[in-house]
């Protein structure tokens, strides 16, 4: 371990720690727009400039590796004073109307511009960049609120490996871009939302999040995406029990804050009226096994070529749903032999629990017919 001080607090770091993530780490919040832990820092916003003692200027910290006996100092005059100069130059070049942002509450922008009471900047104020894209159904780039931090394009390419965004032009009208502009859904972009994730301000938004609440009205619920056996973690922002949008956490011990399309959006089906909640029994076998009065049969033409209806089923419990299966499956392999059975397993069940089905089949039901649905 390696002993520096920060603030005059000594502290004990892994080799290879840089000094913004040891200070974060300790409890020492050191203002910063660009880093993330996840993605290789990149030093763009000058935000995290601490003084170094024994060195003449100072440095961001989010490069800075951690050393056996620095000395460091992260709110000197100097160096919150240019801190409060770089939110001012941010504001020069962005709207500050959050009152009607839908990232107000959320955006670390925001957050440090009232830390250092920023209310409007003290250069001219020019807008750079007012292209808004709405080419996909998952997310809205509104380039007027980007900060050109470059998390957004270092998750893409460090993380997702879809490489499908990047900077583009120079200097004062530099912006966020796909090759040749084209839009996301014709780039290499994947749909997972992880530059949604990261970005710090309004730039990226979801879709479905635009207008539909301040982010201090949405409850938090934290659950597994269900959509397969990976179990990612993610947390839905509710608002009167609506899902607005989902997202991942960084304390999540399988994916982190990273998650698919999948997962980020495609959470619909939650409140799809034909979503299937408990176990149902075909009213022929309902009626067989006295679970209703009706009577009914299978009508000549198979019901895998029309949408089973509701009205031809009847809802049993778990228990019910497990004896009935478990009874015929039995009858079954006693009248034909375990070769009268075949297994489809599940995606969204977990590597142990299929192992557990497969040997199940083989061994409990006495076949080799079994397949997975790994196509999800
Ligand atoms: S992105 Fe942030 S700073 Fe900009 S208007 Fe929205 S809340 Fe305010
Ligand atoms: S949604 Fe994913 S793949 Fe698409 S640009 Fe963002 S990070 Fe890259
Ligand atoms: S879109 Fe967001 S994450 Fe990307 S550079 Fe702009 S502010 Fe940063
Ligand atoms: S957080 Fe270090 S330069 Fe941006």
């Excluded at 931090?149 to 893409?156: F, W």
């Amino acid at each position: 371990m390696i002993k520096i001080t920060i603030d005059n607090r000594e502290i004990e770091v892994k080799p290879g720690t840089n000094v913004l993530q040891a200070a974060l780490d300790n409890g020492i919040d050191i203002p910063h727009l660009c880093y993330h832990p996840e993605l290789v820092p990149s030093g763009g916003c000058r935000m995290c400039l601490v003084e170094v003692e024994g060195r003449p200027n100072p440095v961001p910290s989010c490069g800075l590796q951690a050393a056996e006996g620095m000395v460091i100092h992260t709110r000197t005059e100097q160096v919150e004073a240019m801190r409060r100069d770089i939110i001012d130059l941010f504001v020069s070049d962005h709207p500050l109307n959050c009152v009607v942002c839908d990232k107000n509450g959320a955006c670390a922008l925001q957050k440090y511009a009232y830390e250092y009471n920023v209310a409007e900047t003290s250069f001219d104020f020019e807008l750079s960049r007012t292209l808004y894209q709405d080419d996909n159904p998952f997310f809205i780039r509104d380039h007027q609120y980007c900060i050109l931090c470059g998390k957004c394009v270092r998750v893409c390419d460090e993380v997702v490996g879809a490489h499908a965004i990047d900077f583009s032009q120079r200097g004062f009208v530099t912006y966020i871009a796909t090759p040749f502009d084209v839009p996301l859904a014709e780039s290499s972009c994947v749909f997972c939302g992880s530059c949604v994730q990261v970005c710090p301000t309004a730039a990226l938004l979801p879709r479905n999040k635009i207008g539909k609440g301040r982010e201090w009205e949405l409850e938090r619920t934290r659950t597994v995406c269900g959509y397969c056996g990976v179990g990612c973690s993610l947390e839905y922002a509710l608002k009167d029990g609506e899902i607005i949008y989902a997202q991942g956490f960084a304390d999540a011990p399988v994916n982190g804050e990273f998650l698919c399309v999948k997962g980020r959006f495609g959470w619909d089906f939650a409140k799809q009226p034909d979503r299937l909640t408990q176990p149902l029994v075909r009213k022929d076998l309902a009626y067989e096994l006295g679970l209703t009065d009706e009577p009914w049969e299978l009508p000549e033409t198979s019901v895998l070529k029309s949408k089973p209806k509701a009205e031809n089923y009847i809802p049993v419990s778990w228990e019910q749903a497990i004896d009935i299966t478990a009874t015929k499956l039995a009858d079954i392999i006693r009248q034909h032999g375990g070769n009268a059975v075949a297994g489809l397993a599940s995606a969204r069940c977990t590597n142990e629990e299929n192992y557990i089905f497969q040997k199940f089949m083989r061994v409990g039901v006495g076949t080799n017919s079994i397949d997975h649905c790994a196509r999800l």
